[in-house]
């Protein structure tokens, strides 16, 4: 594997991403509609709002901070890194080496820190109340994600994401429980992380029930425009963790192209079907009451520990 | 690390699925909820008592899968279903200490019966040795999860599903009970049961509600 | 290295009795304030960078020893200068830089008497701070260690006409004496009876049996009352608060770190042959310590008490790197241990630098505003935009957020505690990964609570009506200030350099260190142990975000428009946006508040809801107080009240104890 090979396909893994992640997110937006009996705004939607946000104007408060006006771009930024880094078609990037799964889960922390000083720079009660609410619920998930992704660094003996990718891959049909326990507690911080049901209603407008939407609320344009593509990068990043730890098959080396041409047609089968489950689990769930957020994330919490504790016991 | 052959690995993942399940108990607030998940723990140890008949070809451990299945799955989740249909009890179980202690305390317990299991498992040379850990976790976390109700009808859960705990760990450590032990086992649960129920209806009338901290009024002064 | 032009530790002592020199000129030349704030802070800033320097120099260089001109006829002052003193004093120099620089433009407004005091007072803490990194004898360590809690106690009282004030300066110089016994038992547990008090001769001192663990437990505990350790913590949220701002800075930044050192000096190298039920202690009272802290600190309003507990909560997180390099080494499994010793001593030096930054920016407050209360700050990003800058620096680190410092010593104790699979025993294997999700979740914390402080006191609108604009940081100010800021981001972004010194302190101290793998990596990537393991690149992070910052900005520009207009806030339509509106600092830690209720004692007013003057009023308390210290203090009273019976008041009985006395002793002497 040559050095351009693996600039090549981390530029191209990194560039794709990005661009399909909106396409993600209106395909997730279109199975909740196929199941809850609507005919659904289309899978390009996300695309068009972007595009229409980004011709208007940008409209900011008289107090508006620098801080405030540089937080999107920081975002996108930092979810752009996240999607670089996790293998998504191929291992053996360049970048990975950049940061592991500890650095990943900071990266996380920097965009979730951002966005809630955002929220709280022009002074209003809804921002204010957003930024609380989400710190309350990133203060368990943040760990609860740290511990799933230690159990898949224990059994790999590594940290670093393509190791861990290739060592879940290659080996032979393995159960791990403590996997099983692990995927149950990154299920959960998924859900509580992307702001889907049943922490927080995407599509609410009850300023109220916000926590996600509550902090962004006094962004527009091409602000807007690039907050929304950084949360639908969000959530694109978290599904192909998700794939790499506990579906990992199929990936390609770095260099390989042929094997990068199964490798993209088994991440659409993938992504395909996570999210049409995610759609699945969104629609049979009800949004809980704020206060039992905590206690959904702390079982995370628990669950992940324990699955660490069972890889102690039980694997070694 | 030599990977274990396939049956050992199931059985791993029965044990983790049984912890989970067991851990999963000690966090639920609805009734409905627990007796599901009870006869789900019930479905997990027959698929494990499967497995162990299958690798090491005792056939009566089949008879034995067949009457968890039987009892454990099918008929006393139903007989609770309509005890509790009967009684009308109310969704929501109140805890005495709220969930994230129980599970914080679940945690220790685990640790704890895993450290007290590992030299008896040394012992035992069975299938894989740290399944009575599991066991021993599991009944443990029954154990605390029939103290911290205040409802009767998640006490009897508990029970049954300590004995859950004990009969896997029979299971892995020494291939199974004889049969007839296993009966007798079997029966007295039912019997049991049909036992709390009766006695349900008694607490019922007498106090009202089934809330245990009524039985508190019956000492001398 | 050519030792006949000067050694390391000549030029340690000169630098240090340098900076008690300047302490005496400040004080005679009391009357002229403006030389002490022009020079004699300065000059002192100047001895500390070349302090710092002095340290770099030893860390590389052999060991070097001394005996100085003082003390006592037949107990001389030995001093000696190794890498790890070297490494301390590398921390001291560095961080006392900017705080020097930051003093001479905070005491400006200063009054004359108080200034000179202040200077001597000031230099004198520096210097004794210095001389027991370098002490080599027992004798030299206790009066230094003395010398330096007696004149922090003088800094801390420094405003001693209000009452909380001098409430807080005894509770401190009460806490640091307990401490100071807990190590003098410990010196003399380590000397046995005979021989003399020098380092060397504890160092050789054979103990047998339980006398071993005796010494660690008084040590642990000793200078854990200093490093304000779970228990004995009570005296730093009380201590820091009431001190000047560039005091609490060098308090909470070095001071406690000099508790560290003596921690790490007296059981790795004094007592040696760690066992690993040690490092067990030491992991869980530093897990409990950090997560406490970090409680305490999202329920603090005033902004000083909250940094001062998010102190206590980075000595939790040293000492669980600490705890997990001493259970580790009493395995016999030296690498990870000189890993977990590597990680505990970066985040010393972390610490250090952006704690000092954040209290210089709450002194940087003070001074402009006159406020503590976060609840009566907001938008202070408008009028004092350089502090704000450097706030949110610290903030950043201390959250351990890549790429700054904060997230390279987290990282570096998570890699360490995820060797825990080499250790046999089971009880401490499952014990690790219990840590770990403790640190996690204090790590997770602490973003929340500077959120918190940052949104609250920085952003959003004015909760209180100033009498008249604040005006920005003077040029000083915002020199120390940019100079803890650039160490931040210095210790993040290329922190191979630094690992490679403390790699030999680990070398140097316990034998061992990271493999050389780790170690030819180059200065772009940090691998501790191999690269296939796990591998951070911060100046990559960083590259890639501005990358795409720069390149969104422009083409976003280039392909749409870059269109801007303000208004007023959008706010869901409501039309008036008073500060009452937004949360108060109280009000962002209610989460919090609710679901760890048991930790915390509440006391709570709520009106009624027909009172015609409706008063809400909340306080938190430490439960310590109630548990540990009243019953100790009770007891104390009781006791003390006993024997004052023995202050009879006549002459006869006076002179009947002296008699007995005497009888007691002919007897003995017999």
């Known amino acids: ?92 990037l360049p970048f990975a080496p950049a940061a592991d799964v500890i650095a990943l889960v900071g990266l996380f922390a920097l965009a979730r820190v951002f966005v809630s000083l955002a929220g709280m720079d022009i002074g209003t009660s809804f921002g204010t109340l957003g930024a609380r609410r989400e710190m ?120 390989d192209w042929a094997g990068l041409l199964i490798a993209l047609a088994v991440l659409a089968v993938k992504l395909a079907l996570a999210g049409a489950g995610l759609a699945l689990l969104e629609t049979i769930s009800a949004k809980m009451r704020i206060f039992r957020a905590p206690e959904f994330l702390g079982t995370a919490f628990m669950l992940a520990t324990l699955g660490m504790l069972i890889h102690f016991l039980l694997e070694i | ?71 454990k799955v099918l008929l006393l989740p139903w007989i609770l279903h309509r005890l509790i249909r009967a009684l009308n009890v109310r969704w929501d179980v109140e805890t005495l200490i709220d969930i994230p202690a129980t599970m914080l305390i679940g945690i220790v317990l685990v640790i704890f019966a895993f450290n007290l299991a590992t030299p008896i498992s040394q012992i035992a040379g069975t299938i894989t040795r740290s399944t009575l850990g599991i066991a021993t976790a599991s009944i443990l976390l029954a154990f605390l999860m029939m103290i911290t109700r205040r409802k009767a009808v998640s006490q009897v859960i508990g029970f049954l599903a300590m004995e859950n705990g004990l009969f896997f760990a029979a299971t892995s450590a020494t291939y199974g009970m004889p049969m007839v032990v296993e009966l007798g086992i079997a029966l007295d649960v039912l019997i049991g049961t049909f036992i709390f129920g009766v006695f349900f209806f008694h607490i019922r009338e007498t106090f009202e509600s089934l809330d245990i901290h009524h039985l508190e009024k019956l000492k001398e002064r | 290295m050519d030792s006949s032009i000067l050694e390391p530790i000549e030029a340690a002592v000169t630098l240090s009795v340098i900076w008690i020199g300047l302490g005496v000129i400040g004080l005679a030349f009391m009357r002229a304030p403006r030389l002490i704030t022009r020079a004699v802070f300065p000059a002192g800033a100047l001895v500390s960078l070349a302090l710092a320097a002095t340290g770099l120099w030893a860390i590389g260089a052999p060991p070097s020893a001394a005996i100085l001109p003082a003390g006592l006829p037949d107990l ?72 330096m809690a007696l004149s922090s106690y003088f800094l801390v009282t420094t405003e001693h006409h209000e009452e909380q004030n001098r409430k807080a300066g005894f509770i401190y110089l009460l806490v640091a004496h307990i401490g100071a016994i807990g190590i003098l038992l410990c010196f003399g547990v380590l000397h046995g009876g005979h021989g003399d008090y020098t380092f060397d001769a504890l160092r050789r001192a054979e103990l047998s049996g339980f006398w071993p663990t005796i010494a660690f437990l008084l040590a642990f505990f000793g200078f854990g009352a200093k490093a304000g350790m779970l228990p004995l913590h009570v005296w730093l949220p009380e201590a820091h608060p009431a001190a000047p701002s560039p005091v609490s800075a060098l308090m909470s930044g070095v001071m406690l770190k000099t508790a560290i050192y003596g921690m790490i000096r007296v059981i790795y190298d004094l007592i040696g042959g760690i066992r690993w039920e040690w490092g067990l202690t030491v992991l869980l009272f530093g897990a409990a310590t950090s997560l406490f802290g970090v409680l305490f600190a999202l329920m603090q309003h005033d902004l000083k008490r909250l940094l001062a507990y998010h102190s ?195 070398q140097a101290l316990i034998k061992a260190g990271l493999p050389d793998e780790a170690m030819a990596s180059g200065w772009l990537w940090l691998v501790p142990t191999s690269s296939a393991q796990a591998s951070y690149s911060p100046l990559v992070f960083l590259l890639v ?12 520009r280039h392909v749409y428009h870059g269109r801007l207009r303000r208004s007023d806030p959008w706010d869901c339509g409501f039309p008036a946006q008073t500060s009452r509106m937004e949360d108060t600092a109280d009000g962002f830690g209610q989460p919090i508040r609710q679901i760890f209720a048991p930790v915390f004692l509440i006391h709570r007013e709520i009106p009624r809801a027909d009172d015609p003057r409706p008063v809400f009023r909340q306080e938190i308390e430490d439960r310590h107080w109630n548990w540990l210290y009243s019953p100790i203090a009770r007891l104390a009273e009781f006791l003390s009240g006993h024997f004052g019976k023995l202050q009879q008041g006549r002459i006869s009985v006076y002179l009947l104890y002296s008699f007995l006395t005497l009888i007691a002793l002919l007897i003995f002497l017999q």
């Not at chain 2, 008592?49 to 034995?64: D, K």
């Not at chain 3, 959120?451 to 009506?465: I, P």
């Not at chain 3, 020199?479 to 993040?492: D, E, S, T, V």
């Open chain 1, 136 to 255: 309350m619920i990133g203060f368990l998930a943040e760990p609860a994600m740290l511990m799933t992704l230690f159990t898949a660094s224990l059994i790999s003996h590594s940290t670093s994401l393509v190791t861990i990718v290739e060592t879940l891959a290659h080996r032979e049909l393995v159960i791990y429980p403590s996997m099983a326990f692990a995927a149950v507690a990154f299920l959960m911080v998924l859900l509580a992380e992307n702001a889907r049901i049943p922490i927080d209603n995407p599509a609410t407008h009850l300023e109220l029930t916000m926590i996600h939407e509550a902090m962004i609320l006094e962004y527009s344009a091409r602000h807007l425009a690039l907050v929304e593509w950084a949360a639908s990068l969000k959530l694109t990043a978290y599904i192909t963790i998700g794939i790499a730890m506990f579906l990992p098959w199929g990936i390609a080396q770095a260099g």
């Open chain 3, 76 to 147: 001389p002052f030995h001093v000696r200068l190794d890498a790890l003193s070297g490494f301390f004093l590398l921390l001291l120099g560095g961080v006392s830089f900017g705080i020097s620089l930051f003093a001479a433009g905070y005491f400006r407004d200063t009054g004359a008497t108080a200034l000179g005091l202040l200077s001597l007072q000031y230099h004198v803490f520096l210097a004794s701070m210095a001389f027991v990194l370098i002490a080599d004898d027992a004798y030299l360590f206790m009066v230094t260690w003395e010398s």
């Open chain 3, 312 to 506: 206590v909560e980075n000595i939790g997180i040293i000492l669980i790197g600490i705890g997990l390099s001493m259970v580790f080494i009493g395995s016999g499994h030296p690498v990870a241990g000189a890993l977990g010793l590597i990680a505990g001593l970066y985040h010393t030096l972390n610490h250090a630098v952006f704690k000092g930054l954040l209290f210089l920016g709450a002194g940087a407050i003070l001074k402009s505003t006159g406020l503590r209360n976060l609840n009566e700050m907001g938008g202070l990003i408008r009028y004092l935009p350089h502090t704000a800058l450097y706030f949110l620096i610290g903030a950043l680190a201390i959250s351990a957020l890549p790429p700054l410092n904060g997230f390279v010593s987290e990282w570096l104790t998570f890699q360490a505690s995820l060797q825990a699979p080499l250790l046999e025993s089971s009880v401490v294997r499952s014990l690790v990964p219990i840590v770990a999700a403790v640190l996690a979740l204090s790590g997770a914390l602490t973003g929340m609570c500077f959120v918190k402080v940052y949104g609250v006191a920085f952003l959003g609108q004015h909760r209180h009506e100033l009498a008249e604009k604040p005006r920005e940081a003077s040029r000083w100010e915002r020199a120390g200030m940019l100079w803890l800021a650039l160490a931040c981001f210095a210790l993040g972004l290329l922190p191979v350099f630094m690992i490679g010194q403390l790699n030999n302190v680990s």
């Open chain 2, 1 to 71: 690390m030599p990977s274990l052959p396939l049956s050992s690995q199931l059985i791993n993942l029965f044990a983790a699925l049984l912890l989970l399940l067991a851990f999963a108990m000690l966090t639920q607030r609805r009734i409905l909820s627990l007796i599901n998940l009870f006869a789900l723990q019930g479905f997990v140890l027959v698929l494990s008592t499967g497995v162990v008949a299958y690798s090491t070809h005792q056939t009566h451990l089949y008879y034995s899968a067949l009457l968890t299945l039987i009892l």
């Open chain 3, 545 to 556: 975000i501005a990358a795409v910052f720069g390149l969104t900005f422009l083409v976003v």
């Open chain 1, 1 to 92: 594997m040559s050095i351009t090979s693996g600039i090549v396909f981390q530029v191209l893994q990194s560039v794709l991403v990005v661009l399909i992640a909106p396409l993600m997110l209106g395909w997730v937006n279109q199975c909740r509609a196929w199941l809850q009996n609507r005919s659904g705004a289309g899978i390009w939607q996300p695309y068009q709002v972007l595009n229409k946000l980004f011709h208007k104007d940008a409209v900011l408060a008289h107090n508006a901070s620098s801080l405030f006006r540089a937080t999107p771009y920081i975002l996108f930024g930092c979810m752009w890194l996240a999607v670089g880094i996790v293998p998504v078609l191929a291992t053996s």
